[in-house]
């Protein structure tokens, strides 16, 4: 009896820091969460075909991009009409041609005009189109100024005539290198801005990264070798669930195959973070469900697919930039995989410190979870 009485004192107080580490950590998630944002990222696509005359070029943008830099609500009503767009296209199409650093001569000259709206998933964008009397490779086109200075991740998707999807910065030019506009250089797609775009989606997304890390908290949790090697095939099997689920998804919505409203998609992908980080809590065993994976995946590709979606592009390209992002997407998945794999195998040998970074790191995922949830609700 005097040597269990230390031990049942032991484990209280081990108990006790749990809960108040938990406590904690709610209280911090709550505090560090940046404000719920939508996945829809700022994306224009600018493309470019040869023509009997010369070229044609249409530039496509978001509307809420445009209102941003012009305030295009005139009566602050947070809807823009088509009333309202004409009324600034004057202003519209100044912006336009600031947009593209040219100097051309004068029988080259591209003047942007607003033709149409377009609705590309969740976004409305204005469609800008110019007739050159000169080839592509003429095309007065040097640097691209778009929110140059205003928002660092906004991105121009380039279709251009032989060559393959590009997605480039303010400050790149839209056309491709002297050389491969010649022909001198092979006509492929320019694999890394896709795949570097996946791995930017991944690490800019503080839902998906947390997400990612309450699929594999359980493994804090395991003990034995045997066990262990059953845990590392389970982990395997749920996190393959997961990308299965999101790869499905992300194709039918950027294929426009089926692609359910934003509006209900974000709020969604927030709860699943509670929903599996109450699931650790309550089951307290070596795996995650993969059941569970799988149907949260589903929702986190259609988030995914926000990036994709407002870009015009043909089913082909298409296709491609889908690949190319969805592998960036799986290699961004394994950055944050990867430490924390190690990490949570190393507390393996520490009981006591795994079930108490287990218990902390699920309340404050939940609680953070929960607190998006409220506010991506529409």
Not at 32 to 40: I, K, S
Not at 176 to 187: D, I, R
Not at 215 to 229: D, F, K
């Amino acid at each position: 009896m005097n040597n269990s009485a230390p031990r049942r004192l032991h484990t209280g107080r081990a108990s006790g820091l749990a809960a108040f580490l938990a406590g904690a950590a709610v209280a911090a998630c709550c505090a560090w969460a940046p404000p719920a944002v939508a996945h829809t990222a700022s994306r224009a696509s600018l493309q470019v075909q040869a023509t009997a005359e010369g070229s044609r070029v249409q530039w496509e943008v978001a509307w809420r991009d445009l209102d941003a830099l012009l305030d295009l609500d005139a009566d602050g009503d947070e809807r823009l009409t088509w009333r309202e767009a004409r009324a600034a296209v004057p202003r519209i199409e100044a912006l336009a041609a600031a947009s593209f650093d040219a100097a051309a001569a004068p029988h080259c000259r591209m003047a942007l005009r607003l033709v149409d709206s377009q609705t590309r998933g969740e976004s409305g964008m204005a469609v800008l189109r110019a007739e050159v009397p000169c080839p592509p490779a003429d095309l007065p086109l040097a640097a691209y100024q778009f929110l140059a200075g205003v928002d660092a991740s906004h991105r121009l998707l380039v279709a251009w005539p032989g060559r393959g999807p590009r997605l480039i910065a303010a400050g790149e030019s839209p056309a491709p290198p002297a050389a491969a506009v010649e022909g001198l250089a092979a006509a492929t797609p320019p694999l890394f801005e896709f795949v570097a775009e996946g791995v930017r989606h991944i690490l800019r997304g503080p839902d998906h990264v947390i997400f990612v890390l309450t699929l594999v908290l359980p493994l804090a949790l395991v003990t034995g070798r045997e066990v262990r090697s059953r845990a590392a095939r389970r982990l395997l099997w749920v996190v393959s669930s997961f990308t299965l689920a999101h790869t499905l998804t992300l194709a039918a919505a950027a294929l426009d195959l089926w692609r359910p409203p934003a509006q209900w998609v974000e709020p969604a992908i927030a709860l699943s973070i509670a929903a599996a980080a109450v699931h650790n809590l309550l089951r307290r065993n070596a795996h995650m469900s993969a059941a569970l994976a799988f149907a949260c995946g589903l929702l986190h590709g259609f988030g995914f697919a926000e990036l994709l979606v407002p870009l015009a592009l043909p089913t082909p390209q298409l296709a491609a930039a889908l690949a190319l992002f969805n592998l960036g997407i799986e290699l961004g998945q394994l950055l944050v995989l990867a430490p924390a794999v190690l990490l949570l195998s190393w507390l393996q040998r520490r009981p006591a410190a795994a079930r108490t970074l287990h218990t902390a790191a699920c309340c404050g995922f939940a609680a953070v979870g929960v607190l998006w949830f409220a506010q991506r609700l529409p």
